[in-house]
C-alpha cells in the first residue's frame, strides 16, 4: 500500500490522474446532454450511457498515461476495462457515501453541500486510484 500512497505524490501521475478525470467529466456531462436533451434519450438510460462513455475515456488515457510506467502486462482489454468500470463504480459509491454519512451527520456539512461534495469526491477518488493501480492495472502487489 504505501507504494501506492508514494505514487499518488508522483507529480507526472498525480497530473496524469486529475486530467483524465477532468476530461472524463467533460465527456460524461457531454454524452449526458447530446443524449438527453439532443436525442431524446430518458435522462436514466442517457446517464448510464454517459458514465460508461467517460469511464472509458479515463480508462483509456490513465492506461496510457497514468500507469503505464510500471504496469504488468494486461490480462485482456475486456477483462481490464470491466475491471476498471467495477472499480469506478466503487469510487462511486464511496463518494456517495461520504457525502450522504457526511450531510447527515455534520451540521456543517448539511448547511454547505458543495463542501460534502468535495469530500465525497476526494475520497472516491483516493479509492479509485489505489484500485486502479493495485487491481486493475496492477501497478504494485
Given at each position: 500500500?504505501s ?26 456531462v ?9 436525442w ?31 504496469r ?7 477483462a ?37 461534495v468535495?469530500?465525497?469526491?476526494l475520497?472516491?477518488?483516493t ?15
Amino acid at each position: 500500500m504505501s507504494h501506492v500512497v508514494r505514487s499518488l505524490a508522483a507529480p507526472r501521475t498525480l497530473l496524469w490522474f486529475v486530467f483524465a478525470g477532468a476530461l472524463a467529466f467533460l465527456v460524461d456531462v457531454g454524452v449526458l446532454h447530446l443524449l438527453s436533451t439532443g436525442w431524446n434519450v430518458n435522462l436514466f438510460l442517457a446517464r448510464a450511457c454517459s458514465f460508461t462513455c467517460a469511464a472509458t475515456t479515463a480508462w483509456m488515457l490513465n492506461r496510457a498515461f497514468t500507469f503505464s510506467a510500471n504496469r504488468k502486462p494486461p490480462r485482456g482489454l475486456l477483462a481490464e476495462w470491466t475491471a476498471y468500470l467495477a472499480a469506478s463504480l466503487g469510487g462511486g459509491c464511496v463518494n456517495y457515501a461520504v457525502f450522504a454519512l457526511g450531510v447527515r451527520w455534520s451540521p456543517l456539512l448539511y448547511e454547505t453541500p458543495s463542501l460534502a461534495v468535495l469530500i465525497g469526491t476526494l475520497a472516491g477518488m483516493t479509492f479509485n486510484f489505489v484500485m486502479y493501480a493495485k487491481y486493475v492495472f496492477r501497478v504494485y502487489g
